[in-house]
Structure formats: structure tokens, C-alpha cells
């Protein structure tokens, strides 16, 4: 069984074309701009078998098309890696396509997590890949974990030749600034595996959800990025290398 936060039957953003997306519940993260903190707690979202939400995923099949299927978000799902590999597998038997939008920060090389990894990208056409910070002191003031564990996911992805989207939540003050921008283009750069680079601008949707889940919003004043600011940006890391 899986637990299960929501999900989204017609999703435009996560992944290419019409994508079902299950956001499953439970993360480890707790970036300062998340705006589902809902999604921590592990106890938290709804159970369901990998039977129960094939079944509705199927009934969204014909909306697919040849670039859509399926995308599992979070929360962080590689909490939950056994139910994604078994959904994964069993969506592949269907043929549909399967994307895995994930933080990256439970990988590591230990023989019996990289044995769960392996396995689970035998089954995955996708990885959708946020990196939060470059520098890895910023990073653990940001998400309160090191970046270490997400940047070595991305090369392994690159050594598996499994194609990966970066996602990159742009903040200002905090990771916006060129030098920032110029040093995650240069780790991109060492990558063959990226088909995409994408700029996903902070926004202050999610700050009501933490006022009722009586949880301090940490980026109290910061602003959304400007025009320009996200115009360096995409300049910056959708660039020529
Ligand atoms: S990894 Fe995602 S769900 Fe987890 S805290 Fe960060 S933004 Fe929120």
C-alpha cells in the first residue's frame, strides 16, 4: 500500500503532455518554499494499493497521447520507492509512460538503496530533477539537508542514460543571484542526460497552508522574481553551453 496525498488527473505541468499525477505523501525536505507542506507529514494522506490506482489511472488513458501518462510527485515519493517500483512496473506492462518528479536526496550508493534505484529506472522514462542550491551550505539553510546526495543522483542518472529535466525554483536573495546561476549551469553542463532546463519562479500560493498548520513561513517578505530576473535566468541556464 502507498500512501497517497491527491492526485491530479489532468496535469499540464509535471512532465511532458497530459500527465495523471499521484503526489504521494511524506517528506523529509523541508524547503523554505515548499508550497505543500501538507505533503510532510509521513503518517498523513490516504492509503491505496498499486491495483487500486492503476484502475484509475487506466481511465485516463486515452487523454495520454503519445507524449502524456503518468507522473509521481510528492512530498518526496522515494519515500516510498517499493510502491513506486511496483506501480512503475506495472504501468510499463500497460505501456504507458512513467515520470518521477523527486528532491533526489534519498540517493545514495550503499549496495542496497543504489539495488532499489536501479530497479526502479528499469521502469522510469523520466526523472523530473529540482536542484534547490548550488552551494551546498545555502542548500542545507534552504532545505535543511545537504546537496550532496541530489547532485550525485543527477550523475547517476546521466551514467544510467536515463533523460532528466532540471527544475529550478528561483528565489530571489536566496539562489537568483548570476554567480549561483553560472555555477548550476556549469554542474548542468557536466551532464548528458538533460533535455530540459526549467525555471519555475517562486510564488506565495502555499503561505496559507503553514498559517494553519501553525508552522513559521520562513521567506516571510521575500519577493517573486521580477521580469528581468527571470529573463537572466533563463539566460543564464537554458544558455548554449
Ligand atoms: S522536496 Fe518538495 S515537498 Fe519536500 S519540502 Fe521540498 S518542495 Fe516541499
Same mark, same amino acid.
Given at each position: 500500500m502507498g500512501r497517497v496525498h491527491s492526485i491530479e488527473t489532468?496535469?499540464?505541468? *509535471?512532465?511532458?503532455?497530459i500527465r495523471f499525477v499521484v503526489f504521494l505523501q511524506g517528506c523529509p525536505m523541508r524547503c523554505?518554499?515548499?508550497?505543500?507542506?501538507?505533503?510532510?507529514?509521513?503518517?498523513g494522506g490516504k492509503e491505496m494499493s498499486v491495483d487500486e490506482l492503476v484502475n484509475e489511472i487506466t481511465k485516463y488513458r486515452h487523454y495520454f497521447g503519445d507524449d502524456g501518462g503518468v507522473t509521481v510527485s510528492g512530498g518526496e515519493p522515494l519515500v516510498q520507492i517499493d510502491f513506486v517500483i511496483e506501480l512503475f512496473k506495472v504501468l510499463k506492462t500497460e505501456g504507458i509512460n512513467t515520470c518521477l518528479d523527486t528532491s533526489?536526496?534519498?540517493?545514495?550508493?550503499k549496495t542496497e538503496v543504489l539495488k532499489k534505484f536501479d530497479e526502479l529506472m528499469s521502469y522510469t522514462d523520466l526523472v523530473l530533477l *529540482?536542484?534547490?542550491?548550488?552551494d551546498d551550505e545555502k542548500h542545507k539553510v534552504l532545505t535543511?539537508?545537504?546537496?550532496e546526495n541530489i547532485l550525485d543522483f543527477a550523475k547517476y542518472l546521466d551514467e544510467k542514460n536515463i533523460p532528466m529535466w532540471v527544475r529550478y525554483v528561483l528565489v530571489p536573495t536566496i539562489n537568483e543571484d548570476e554567480t549561483t546561476l553560472i555555477s548550476v549551469k556549469n554542474f548542468i553542463n557536466t551532464l548528458s542526460n538533460v533535455e530540459k532546463v526549467e525555471i519555475l519562479p517562486y510564488h506565495t500560493l502555499g503561505v496559507s497552508k503553514y498559517d494553519k498548520l501553525g508552522i513559521e513561513y520562513a521567506l516571510e517578505g521575500v519577493n517573486t522574481p521580477t521580469k528581468e530576473q527571470i529573463d537572466i535566468a533563463n539566460k543564464i541556464l537554458k544558455g548554449e553551453k
Open positions: 489532468f496535469g499540464a505541468v *509535471d512532465g511532458p503532455g523554505q518554499y515548499c508550497h505543500n507542506p501538507d505533503t510532510w507529514d509521513f503518517a533526489g536526496v534519498l540517493f545514495n550508493r *529540482d536542484i534547490k542550491h548550488i535543511q539537508h545537504s546537496n
